[in-house]
């Protein structure tokens, strides 16, 4: 049987928003998209199958996780990601850059070795090559595979900016080596370059020189104020190129992901609506709810009445209240879902908007209230 090769159309756009159709084998997925993050082969607190009933389309895996436990091995031996954790959505995954540099302990890079650094969970010392990262990608058999980037943290200092954001692009040609040709999944690029206009440029005219399927903004959700973001989003979308994905890595509140559709982002993944659902945050159209406080104890209204999937609504806030102060475990999975749900309805409202030119008043009447 052939496969689907995988594809990208922009159907649609409104000023830089823009709605589009990435093509994969294992399905379509309509942008602008938010993807739920499985990090360890899980959306923490739910059933994949209920992921699906949300209306996700691609979930996120992790490279760094999945190679610590349970190791590439035993996924492969089930026949890949999928297979083992009975997915049948697209999967992405991240290449493990971005954990190298928030988890591990000791961690230093080797320009030509690669990261090399000490588990966060027993102490055992691993090098993670950009051929390292793709192949234990390829071996988990995801659809769209990440370059392996150094990852800085947030820092004035452009010497330091500058030599991270080489090392990535020496990596990023190295990683796009290593994936070879496969027309049936993609490989993208990841932009780096800090909060410095000409790093950014310089860093995707040379990811561009190489070509990927797709191109990551990467970097970003690492402590920068979200004007500090869209200042960078608005220096580099121009130079964007059209025909291809456009993906901001880590990101973020629903007003974050306003204002970056708004300057052309088309993907989006982050773990805010999964683990704000397990310590009481809720997602709502009338903005966050943190269901622990006491003035929800008699509140017998559902937490969004516009929300009509899963019957979620027939849960009050007294209930998931009485939930999480017990610590039960029902409440966790309740409001993870319910976020993760609400997202989903807040990017079809999205798509729904560009195609209908209306988008800019969505945008003005939600950037400061979600």
Wanted: glycine share 8%; net charge positive; proline share 3%.
């Amino acid at each position: 049987m052939t496969l689907k090769k995988f594809n990208f159309n922009v159907i649609q756009k409104n000023d830089y928003s823009r709605c589009g159709l990435i093509e994969t084998h294992r399905g379509n997925i309509q942008t602008p998209v938010f993807m739920p993050v499985g990090t360890q082969a899980t959306v923490k607190a739910t059933f994949i199958d209920d992921i699906i009933k949300t209306g996700s389309e691609i979930i996120l895996s992790n490279t760094y996780h999945l190679m610590l436990r349970p190791g590439v091995d035993r996924i492969k031996s089930i026949g890949g990601l999928h297979k083992f954790m009975n997915c049948s959505l697209p999967i992405l995954t991240d290449s493990g850059g971005f954990q190298v540099m928030s988890l591990s302990k000791l961690n230093k890079v080797d320009i030509e070795k690669g990261a090399i650094f000490n588990s966060h969970i027993d102490g055992k010392k691993f090098i993670l090559s950009p051929e390292e990262s793709i192949r234990i990608q390829k071996e988990l058999n995801s659809d769209i595979l990440m370059v392996m980037d150094e990852c800085p943290k947030k820092t004035s200092d452009y010497k330091f900016i500058k030599k991270s954001m080489e090392i990535s692009s020496y990596w990023a040609l190295r990683s796009k080596k290593a994936f070879g040709r496969n027309s049936h999944k993609a490989i993208f690029g990841i932009v780096q370059g800090g909060l410095f206009k000409d790093l950014r440029v310089k860093s995707l005219n040379n990811l561009i020189k190489i070509g990927f399927d797709g191109y990551a903004l990467g970097g970003l959700a690492v402590g920068e104020t979200q004007k500090e973001m869209f200042k960078v989003l608005d220096e580099i979308k121009d130079y964007m190129p059209e025909d291809k994905p456009r993906y901001l890595m880590g990101v973020g509140t629903p007003s974050d992901i306003l204002g970056a559709v708004k300057r052309g982002i088309d993907m989006f993944d982050c773990v805010l609506p999964s683990r704000s659902g397990r310590t009481g945050l809720a997602f709502t159209w009338n903005g966050k709810i943190n269901i622990r406080n006491s003035k929800y104890q008699r509140d017998n209204e559902p937490l969004d009445k516009k929300c009509t999937n899963f019957n979620l609504n027939k849960y009050s806030k007294n209930y998931l209240n009485h939930l999480f102060n017990t610590n039960e475990i029902l409440a966790s999975m309740l409001l993870t879902l319910h976020n993760i749900n609400f997202y989903q309805d807040f990017m079809k409202a999205i798509r729904n908007n560009i195609k209908n030119g209306t988008f800019d008043k969505f945008h003005d009447m939600y950037i400061d209230e979600l």
